[in-house]
């Protein structure tokens, strides 16, 4: 069996890029020996001293709740559980549209906890500081890589970190592993920081 590398992905669930990127590394996998591993981070964390439009800090805010849940499961349980959760989170906030209802967000929480075949109890860490400690470990650890100035996803593969990449859509297929082929080229030279282009296009999901 080819040993698979290890891509370390930090993600925040209400992220709709995060998102996007994590469903093309999964798709990745397929084509490449890969091993995808999840791990938490904050938006609301990330964002905690700098100066942005009310309205996202107040969004943001409410991000801290399911960014606890994976914490709490983070600290019980294995990172495939946590790739788990993620996609049921996922699914509904992004692919159902499920972010509109943020009145709603305990309840969504805890079907996507039930899907994932954990237990609902989990939502509980929503309004506790009881993970708070672990979950900014976590974020450290992804955004310490690659500095302040960039948001999620962080992906650290081989000594080698990066923020994104951001894309809509996520790539499927070969075009995916082809993706995957330039972006591990250029983030491994050695000065080599960053490309970018405007957005022009909202997110795209399946």
Known sequence: MTERTPVDLWFDPFCPYAWMTSRWLLEVEKLRPIEPRWHIMSLNVLNEDKDVPESYREMIAKAIGPVRVVTAVQEKYDSETVGRLYTELGTRFHNQGRLKELD??????????????????????????????????SHDDGIGRVGQEVGTPVISVEGVSFFGPVISPAPKGEEAAKLWDGVRLVAGIDGFFEIKRSRTRQPIFD
Request: net charge negative; glycine share 2%.
């Open 104 to 137: 709603r967000l305990r309840e969504t929480v805890e079907e996507a906890l039930e899907a994932a075949g954990l237990d609902r109890e989990f939502a509980d860490a929503m309004d506790s500081e009881e993970f708070d400690e672990a979950l900014r470990a």
